[in-house]
T-cell receptor, first 117, second 108 residues
Framework: GAGVSQTPSNKVTEKGKYVELRCDPI?????LYWYRQSLGQGPEFLIY????????DSGLPNDRFFAVRPEGSVSTLKIQRTERGDSAVYLCASSPDFTLAEYNEQFFGPGTRLTVL | SQKIEQNSEALNIQEGKTATLTCNYT??????LQWYRQDPGRGPVFLLLIRENEKEKRKERLKVTFDTTLKQSLFHITASQPADSATYLCALGGKLQFGAGTQVVVTP
Protein backbone atom coordinates (compact mmCIF):
# COMPACT_ATOMS: atom_id res chain seq x y z
CA GLY A 1 0.00 0.00 0.00
CA ALA A 2 1.10 3.56 -0.63
CA GLY A 3 2.48 5.57 2.22
CA VAL A 4 2.52 9.32 2.61
CA SER A 5 4.06 11.01 -0.39
CA GLN A 6 5.44 14.51 -0.71
CA THR A 7 6.37 16.53 -3.74
CA PRO A 8 8.75 17.88 -4.71
CA SER A 9 11.49 16.03 -2.87
CA ASN A 10 13.77 19.03 -3.24
CA LYS A 11 12.97 22.66 -3.91
CA VAL A 12 15.49 25.43 -4.43
CA THR A 13 14.15 28.94 -4.63
CA GLU A 14 15.31 32.49 -4.31
CA LYS A 15 14.62 34.79 -1.41
CA GLY A 16 11.29 36.52 -1.84
CA LYS A 17 9.71 33.86 -4.05
CA TYR A 18 6.53 31.89 -3.36
CA VAL A 19 6.59 28.10 -2.96
CA GLU A 20 4.03 25.34 -2.60
CA LEU A 21 4.74 21.97 -1.05
CA ARG A 22 2.34 19.11 -1.56
CA CYS A 23 1.41 16.19 0.68
CA ASP A 24 -0.61 13.09 -0.26
CA PRO A 25 -1.62 11.31 2.94
CA ILE A 26 -2.51 7.67 3.34
CA UNK A 27 -5.97 7.07 1.94
CA UNK A 28 -8.64 7.26 4.62
CA UNK A 29 -6.53 9.08 7.18
CA UNK A 30 -8.50 12.01 8.53
CA UNK A 31 -5.70 13.71 10.43
CA LEU A 32 -2.85 15.43 8.59
CA TYR A 33 0.12 17.26 10.10
CA TRP A 34 2.90 19.47 8.81
CA TYR A 35 6.25 19.71 10.57
CA ARG A 36 9.50 21.50 9.85
CA GLN A 37 12.87 19.97 10.68
CA SER A 38 16.16 21.82 10.79
CA LEU A 39 19.50 20.04 10.80
CA GLY A 40 20.22 18.34 14.11
CA GLN A 41 16.77 19.06 15.49
CA GLY A 42 13.58 17.10 15.89
CA PRO A 43 10.56 17.93 13.77
CA GLU A 44 8.73 21.07 14.85
CA PHE A 45 4.93 21.15 14.63
CA LEU A 46 3.41 23.65 12.21
CA ILE A 47 -0.25 22.83 11.60
CA TYR A 48 -2.76 20.03 11.99
CA UNK A 49 -5.88 19.26 9.95
CA UNK A 50 -8.80 17.11 11.00
CA UNK A 51 -10.65 16.58 7.75
CA UNK A 52 -10.74 19.79 5.74
CA UNK A 53 -10.35 22.24 8.58
CA UNK A 54 -7.19 23.44 10.25
CA UNK A 55 -7.78 22.32 13.82
CA UNK A 56 -4.57 23.82 15.15
CA ASP A 57 -2.27 26.22 13.30
CA SER A 58 -0.42 27.44 16.37
CA GLY A 59 2.93 26.27 15.04
CA LEU A 60 2.95 28.39 11.90
CA PRO A 61 5.80 30.86 12.47
CA ASN A 62 4.14 33.88 10.83
CA ASP A 63 1.54 34.90 8.28
CA ARG A 64 3.81 34.07 5.35
CA PHE A 65 2.93 30.42 5.99
CA PHE A 66 -0.45 29.01 5.05
CA ALA A 67 -1.78 25.50 4.46
CA VAL A 68 -4.94 24.12 2.91
CA ARG A 69 -6.65 20.78 2.61
CA PRO A 70 -9.75 21.57 0.55
CA GLU A 71 -11.13 18.06 0.05
CA GLY A 72 -9.87 16.45 3.20
CA SER A 73 -7.13 14.52 1.46
CA VAL A 74 -4.21 16.25 -0.29
CA SER A 75 -2.72 19.21 1.52
CA THR A 76 -0.57 22.07 0.28
CA LEU A 77 1.75 24.15 2.44
CA LYS A 78 2.27 27.58 0.98
CA ILE A 79 5.10 29.93 1.86
CA GLN A 80 5.08 33.51 0.62
CA ARG A 81 8.07 35.83 0.35
CA THR A 82 10.48 33.08 1.31
CA GLU A 83 13.43 33.91 3.54
CA ARG A 84 16.74 32.12 3.98
CA GLY A 85 15.62 31.08 7.46
CA ASP A 86 12.79 29.08 5.91
CA SER A 87 15.34 26.56 4.60
CA ALA A 88 14.57 23.21 6.22
CA VAL A 89 12.99 19.84 5.55
CA TYR A 90 9.21 20.06 5.59
CA LEU A 91 7.58 16.83 6.73
CA CYS A 92 4.00 15.77 6.35
CA ALA A 93 2.36 13.04 8.42
CA SER A 94 -1.07 11.47 8.59
CA SER A 95 -2.93 9.32 11.08
CA PRO A 96 -6.31 7.59 11.09
CA ASP A 97 -7.94 9.68 13.81
CA PHE A 98 -6.38 12.24 16.11
CA THR A 99 -8.93 11.78 18.85
CA LEU A 100 -8.06 8.18 19.60
CA ALA A 101 -4.71 7.74 21.32
CA GLU A 102 -4.20 4.24 20.05
CA TYR A 103 -4.49 5.53 16.52
CA ASN A 104 -2.21 8.47 17.05
CA GLU A 105 0.74 6.73 15.50
CA GLN A 106 1.72 9.12 12.77
CA PHE A 107 2.94 8.02 9.35
CA PHE A 108 5.49 10.41 7.91
CA GLY A 109 6.37 11.17 4.33
CA PRO A 110 9.98 11.50 3.17
CA GLY A 111 9.84 15.30 3.36
CA THR A 112 10.58 18.16 1.01
CA ARG A 113 13.97 19.77 1.39
CA LEU A 114 13.51 23.49 0.84
CA THR A 115 16.54 25.66 0.17
CA VAL A 116 16.13 29.41 -0.05
CA LEU A 117 19.11 31.13 -1.64
CA SER B 1 7.52 26.39 28.51
CA GLN B 2 7.38 22.71 27.62
CA LYS B 3 10.73 21.14 27.05
CA ILE B 4 11.87 17.70 25.89
CA GLU B 5 15.50 16.70 26.33
CA GLN B 6 17.37 13.81 24.78
CA ASN B 7 21.08 13.07 24.94
CA SER B 8 22.66 15.14 22.20
CA GLU B 9 25.81 13.06 22.06
CA ALA B 10 25.79 10.07 19.76
CA LEU B 11 25.66 6.71 21.44
CA ASN B 12 28.31 4.36 20.09
CA ILE B 13 27.70 0.76 21.00
CA GLN B 14 29.04 -2.64 20.07
CA GLU B 15 26.85 -5.13 18.29
CA GLY B 16 25.01 -7.41 20.72
CA LYS B 17 24.99 -4.91 23.58
CA THR B 18 21.98 -3.02 24.91
CA ALA B 19 21.55 0.62 23.96
CA THR B 20 19.68 2.80 26.46
CA LEU B 21 18.37 6.22 25.50
CA THR B 22 16.84 8.82 27.79
CA CYS B 23 14.00 11.26 27.24
CA ASN B 24 13.27 13.85 29.94
CA TYR B 25 10.47 16.39 29.82
CA THR B 26 9.39 19.39 31.85
CA UNK B 27 6.21 21.45 32.17
CA UNK B 28 4.21 18.68 30.58
CA UNK B 29 1.77 16.01 31.74
CA UNK B 30 1.40 13.78 28.69
CA UNK B 31 -1.20 11.06 28.51
CA UNK B 32 1.22 9.08 26.36
CA LEU B 33 4.67 9.22 24.85
CA GLN B 34 5.96 7.91 21.53
CA TRP B 35 9.31 6.84 20.15
CA TYR B 36 10.26 7.16 16.50
CA ARG B 37 13.24 6.12 14.44
CA GLN B 38 14.66 8.37 11.73
CA ASP B 39 17.19 7.41 9.09
CA PRO B 40 19.11 10.06 7.11
CA GLY B 41 17.00 11.63 4.38
CA ARG B 42 13.80 9.96 5.55
CA GLY B 43 10.82 10.83 7.68
CA PRO B 44 10.45 9.43 11.20
CA VAL B 45 9.00 5.94 11.57
CA PHE B 46 6.81 5.06 14.54
CA LEU B 47 8.18 2.44 16.93
CA LEU B 48 6.24 2.41 20.20
CA LEU B 49 3.58 4.30 22.12
CA ILE B 50 3.34 4.04 25.90
CA ARG B 51 0.50 5.44 28.00
CA GLU B 52 0.82 7.17 31.35
CA ASN B 53 -0.68 4.18 33.17
CA GLU B 54 1.79 1.76 31.59
CA LYS B 55 5.16 1.34 33.25
CA GLU B 56 6.76 -0.66 30.47
CA LYS B 57 6.09 -1.73 26.92
CA ARG B 58 7.96 -4.15 24.68
CA LYS B 59 8.12 -4.84 20.97
CA GLU B 60 10.57 -7.44 19.77
CA ARG B 61 14.01 -6.18 20.87
CA LEU B 62 12.69 -2.79 21.97
CA LYS B 63 11.59 -1.83 25.46
CA VAL B 64 10.22 1.48 26.67
CA THR B 65 9.58 2.61 30.23
CA PHE B 66 7.60 5.66 31.29
CA ASP B 67 7.98 7.23 34.74
CA THR B 68 5.54 10.13 35.11
CA THR B 69 6.93 10.99 38.55
CA LEU B 70 10.47 11.42 37.23
CA LYS B 71 9.08 12.80 33.94
CA GLN B 72 11.30 10.42 32.07
CA SER B 73 11.14 7.68 29.48
CA LEU B 74 13.89 5.16 28.80
CA PHE B 75 14.22 3.40 25.45
CA HIS B 76 16.21 0.19 25.25
CA ILE B 77 17.44 -1.70 22.20
CA THR B 78 18.57 -5.16 23.28
CA ALA B 79 20.95 -7.35 21.27
CA SER B 80 21.70 -4.34 19.09
CA GLN B 81 22.58 -4.79 15.43
CA PRO B 82 24.30 -2.48 12.91
CA ALA B 83 20.89 -2.09 11.23
CA ASP B 84 19.67 -0.36 14.40
CA SER B 85 21.97 2.58 13.65
CA ALA B 86 19.72 5.62 13.30
CA THR B 87 18.45 8.64 15.21
CA TYR B 88 15.79 7.92 17.79
CA LEU B 89 13.26 10.59 18.69
CA CYS B 90 10.85 10.78 21.59
CA ALA B 91 7.64 12.74 21.16
CA LEU B 92 4.82 13.92 23.38
CA GLY B 93 1.29 15.03 22.73
CA GLY B 94 -1.16 14.49 19.94
CA LYS B 95 0.37 16.96 17.55
CA LEU B 96 3.77 15.65 18.62
CA GLN B 97 6.40 17.78 20.25
CA PHE B 98 9.71 16.09 19.50
CA GLY B 99 13.01 15.98 21.27
CA ALA B 100 16.11 16.64 19.18
CA GLY B 101 16.86 12.93 18.99
CA THR B 102 19.81 10.75 19.90
CA GLN B 103 21.95 9.15 17.22
CA VAL B 104 22.82 5.51 17.81
CA VAL B 105 25.75 3.89 16.03
CA VAL B 106 26.11 0.14 16.35
CA THR B 107 29.45 -1.24 15.27
CA PRO B 108 30.06 -4.89 14.36
Amino acid sequence: GAGVSQTPSNKVTEKGKYVELRCDPISGHTALYWYRQSLGQGPEFLIYFQGTGAADDSGLPNDRFFAVRPEGSVSTLKIQRTERGDSAVYLCASSPDFTLAEYNEQFFGPGTRLTVL
Amino acid sequence: SQKIEQNSEALNIQEGKTATLTCNYTNYSPAYLQWYRQDPGRGPVFLLLIRENEKEKRKERLKVTFDTTLKQSLFHITASQPADSATYLCALGGKLQFGAGTQVVVTP
